[in-house]
């Protein structure tokens, strides 16, 4: 039997290229903990440690505080060392894909500075509009990312939701990074079709990049498809499809229900639209901690208007389609790193309100880590709806 190789913190630290005091400061932290000491009191350590060490390393480099990365090896501890690689690789896709798009807007930017045209002016603040109105929406991603404890479950069951089976054709409307298929990618069916379309450009070419690079993963004869376009103002879509995705598309559609008709004409037999919408209760548990901690935030009027919003739209699902069956999905923060994290959402996410107080947040900041003392213990559920919407009933 080959005998398992032990290796001292020193020795372990050359192999990464870190110092042997990096390695004690791991195991100060309870990140890297030796799997036993010599007879001299050094520190050893075996292969798995290894392992261990490139996980930390990783996520270090991706931008995770101790704290996050002592979670995230928690949650991967029954993962299989190839799965543990693949979801290190999309932290850094997504590390990747912020930085591109941060990259492009400013190319934009840069570019319509140049072209000395009359409408320059026009075309930047057509372009921080955009910047503008997607802000919140990334923050509220990110927001979830960090701070919910079933991100990567949400992903998996909202795909399962889709029923794929082999050989399907699926329309994914206003795509986005793809999140949805980047996170269940070993998973499509055999012989899927997928059209991607997106008004954002810098969306489109990073899935086609990322298309490129990981087809080899893919099932057997799965194929995307990609269209920069803005469907609600430039529908080009005229094949028929299995499954139509509109993953929280509806806050940017001006009118929703045009939309779902033409969603509704290109739906095959048996096929159907699946659709998200913002979820709710975070905002709620928020005002519980302002009121408690005595910040006048009020948003409890944007509470009840999202709820309006919701219970449209799913009237307008109602009254376009034959059948609409709703489910929700349940998510929940358990605790934040920093009170003002809190505070941090309102003003990303809630813009009109943040606008209101501008002036005073830092006093609400001051106030919020004086008062609230439980933010690490804090917990918040969320509830996302799913809808299936199918063009001919049962």
Not at 355 to 369: D, I, P, T, V
Request: aromatic share 12%; charged share 30%.
């Amino acid at each position: 039997m080959e005998e398992k190789k032990i290796y001292t913190a020193g020795e372990l630290g050359r192999l990464a290229g870190v110092s042997a005091r990096t390695i004690r400061f791991y195991d100060k932290k309870a990140l890297l903990q030796p799997v036993g000491y010599s007879d001299s009191g050094y520190r050893l350590y075996n292969q798995e440690s290894v392992l261990q060490l490139q996980r930390i390393r990783v996520l270090q480099y991706i931008g995770l505080s101790l704290d996050e990365i002592r979670e995230q090896i928690r949650k991967e501890q029954n993962e299989k060392w190839e799965e543990t690689l693949w979801r290190q690789k999309l932290m850094l896709e997504e590390k990747k894909q912020q930085m591109e798009q941060m990259i492009s807007l400013l190319d934009d930017t840069i570019y319509e500075c140049r072209s000395g045209e009359k409408n320059d002016i026009q075309q930047i603040t057509d372009l921080l509009k955009l910047i503008h109105m997607e802000k919140p929406f990334d923050y509220g991603y990110y927001f979830y990312q960090q701070h919910t404890v079933r991100n990567e479950e949400w992903y998996q069951w909202t795909f399962d939701k889709l029923a794929l089976t082999e050989g399907m054709h699926i329309l994914d409307m206003g795509c986005g990074h793809g999140n949805l298929w980047i996170k269940n990618w070993n998973r499509i069916p055999a012989g899927t079709t997928i059209m991607l379309v997106d008004k954002r450009n810098v969306c489109i070419e990073y899935l086609k990049e990322f298309y490129r690079d990981h087809k080899r993963f893919l099932q057997d004869h799965v194929t995307f498809r990609f269209m920069v376009t803005d469907m609600e103002t430039n529908w080009k879509i005229e094949e028929t499809y299995d499954r139509v995705v509109a993953n929280h598309l509806w806050r940017f559609i001006a009118q929703p229900e045009k939309l779902m008709e033409r969603v509704k004409k290109v739906l095959r037999p048996g096929g159907f639209l699946l659709s998200t919408y913002s979820a709710y209760g975070l905002l709620e548990a928020m005002q519980e901690v302002l009121n408690q901690t005595g910040i006048p935030l009020d948003l409890r009027e944007r509470t009840l208007q999202k709820k309006e919003e919701r219970l449209i739209l799913e009237d307008q699902m109602r009254r376009c389609f034959e059948r609409v069956d709703l489910e929700t999905f349940s998510n929940r923060v358990e605790g934040l790193d920093h009170p003002e994290d809190l505070l941090a959402y309102i003003q990303n996410c809630e813009g009109r309100l943040a606008e209101e107080h501008r002036a005073s947040f830092k006093e609400y900041e001051q106030k919020l880590k004086k008062e609230w003392k439980d933010y690490a213990v804090w917990k918040a559920e969320i509830i996302t709806p799913l809808y299936r919407c199918f063009a001919e009933s049962r």
